[in-house]
Every structure is written in structure tokens, then in C-alpha cells.
T-cell receptor
Framework: DAGVTQSPTHLIKTRGQQVTLRCSPI?????VSWYQQVLGQGPQFIFQ???????GRGNFPDRFSARQFPNYSSELNVNALLLGDSALYLC???????????????FGQGTRLTVV | AQTVTQSQPEMSVQEAETVTLSCTYD???????LFWYKQPPSRQMILVIR??????QNATENRFSVNFQKAAKSFSLKISDSQLGDAAMYFC?????????????FGKGTSLLVTP
């Protein structure tokens, strides 16, 4: 079975531009979460979506937005890119509803975004 | 907000030996979940082991075990019979059991080097 897939794997953008990152969850998983991992740090939670609705949001500016489609795939959008947005963006999928305990989150290999 | 602290940026262990990675966390909640994730150079986060705070018994998964001290808010990972494939970044993570989405709160990580 295919795991969580993210595209593209690498991306270079210029300051001020907009970027869209994509995530396909494991088949049967209805929950998708996004994380930002800056070099040398642990991942930071950005969003969680379950059944196409936003279920959680981390401490990120409104330049960050996301959505989930009927097939449960998801997109993360970042507008007006800053140099500080350079990071590895990880997507995770699970079967869990909001607050549903210790259910495992399965991660993709991430999209490496470089803003120049 | 809950904070997760990993005080060891780097650790080294010889093959077949045992190593312990430290993690402490700060929370006012009584019900939560703790995880250890491994991130190899491939960047994909892989779940190593998980612990429910309401369980007194320490979790074990083959060569991996935890020492969960709830009162001390400590959650260390012990790797026995270390193998070359264990070399990776290890992240400790916290998830609230309350209605806070599915957010995992990660520490900064410990880089584990395994020497032959």
C-alpha cells in the first residue's frame, strides 16, 4: 500500500511569491495534518483537517492556509513568502478524529521549500 | 502551551550497546499521550513507541522501551542492542487528550550516532 505522498519533493521560490504544497493521505485515512520543520528544530504544527473541515490550527500567520478535498487529499498554501518560511513541510495522515487519543500519525517524506 | 525538552542534542552509542535518550515535558493536564519518533536522513518521521499517560506500565516495542515518570514529567527512550540502522534524529512528542485537534508537540530532537 502506498504511504503518505507529498509533492513536490523540493521547491525554490522567491520572496513575495506564493506556493502550494500537496499531500495524498494513506487510503482510508480521513485526517491530514501539516507541520513545518525548520532546520535543526522539531516539527511545528500548522493545521489539522478531518472530513474536509479544519479541526486544529497552530500559531502561524494568516499567510498560511490549507484545505482538504473530498478524496481527503490536502493542499497547504503559503502567500507572500518570507525567507523564514524556508523549511521542510511535513504532511501526516491518520484515521483519528479530533482528540482521538494515541492513534498513529503516518508522515510523508516532506517538501523541502527554499525561499531566496 | 505544553513544552517538550530534549536536553541532549547529540548522543553516541556503540553497536550492540544500550543508550538512553532523555525527554521532559511541561503540562498541567492529567491525560495525554507521549511518543518517540525517529527521523532518518530520508526525512520520513517513523513512530518508534507510544505511551498513554493513564497507564503506569512502561511501553516496550522489541529493543525499544520507555521510562515514563509521570510525577517528574519525564519520558526517556532506551534502545537496547543498538544497530547501525538506529542512527537518526529522535524526537519526543506530546499530544493532549483534550479537544485540541491532533497536534503533536515536538521537542528539538536528539541526533543518535551509532558506531561499529
Amino acid at each position: 500500500d502506498a504511504g503518505v505522498t507529498q509533492s513536490p519533493t523540493h521547491l525554490i521560490k522567491t520572496r513575495g511569491q506564493q506556493v502550494t504544497l500537496r499531500c495524498s493521505p494513506i487510503s482510508g485515512h480521513k485526517s491530514v495534518s501539516w507541520y513545518q520543520q525548520v532546520l535543526g528544530q522539531g516539527p511545528q504544527f500548522i493545521f489539522q483537517y478531518y472530513e474536509k473541515e479544519e479541526r486544529g490550527r497552530g500559531n502561524f500567520p494568516d499567510r498560511f492556509s490549507a484545505r482538504q478535498f473530498p478524496n481527503y487529499s490536502s493542499e497547504l498554501n503559503v502567500n507572500a513568502l518570507l525567507l523564514g518560511d524556508s523549511a521542510l513541510y511535513l504532511c501526516a495522515s491518520s484515521t483519528a478524529r479530533q482528540g482521538a487519543g494515541n492513534t498513529e500519525a503516518f508522515f510523508g517524506q516532506g517538501t523541502r521549500l527554499t525561499v531566496v | 502551551a505544553q513544552t517538550v525538552t530534549q536536553s541532549q542534542p547529540e548522543m553516541s552509542v556503540q553497536e550492540a550497546e544500550t543508550v538512553t535518550l532523555s525527554c521532559t515535558y511541561d503540562t498541567s493536564e492529567s491525560d495525554y499521550y507521549l511518543f518517540w519518533y525517529k527521523q532518518p536522513p530520508s526525512r520520513q518521521m517513523i513512530l518508534v513507541i507510544r505511551q498513554e499517560a493513564y497507564k503506569q506500565q512502561n511501553a516496550t516495542e522489541n529493543r525499544f522501551s520507555v521510562n515514563f515518570q509521570k510525577a517528574a514529567k519525564s519520558f526517556s527512550l532506551k534502545i537496547s542492542d543498538s544497530q547501525l540502522g538506529d542512527a537518526a534524529m529522535y524526537f519526543c512528542a506530546y499530544r493532549s487528550a483534550r479537544n485540541s485537534g491532533y497536534a503533536l508537540n515536538f521537542g528539538k530532537g536528539t541526533s543518535l550516532l551509532v558506531t561499529p
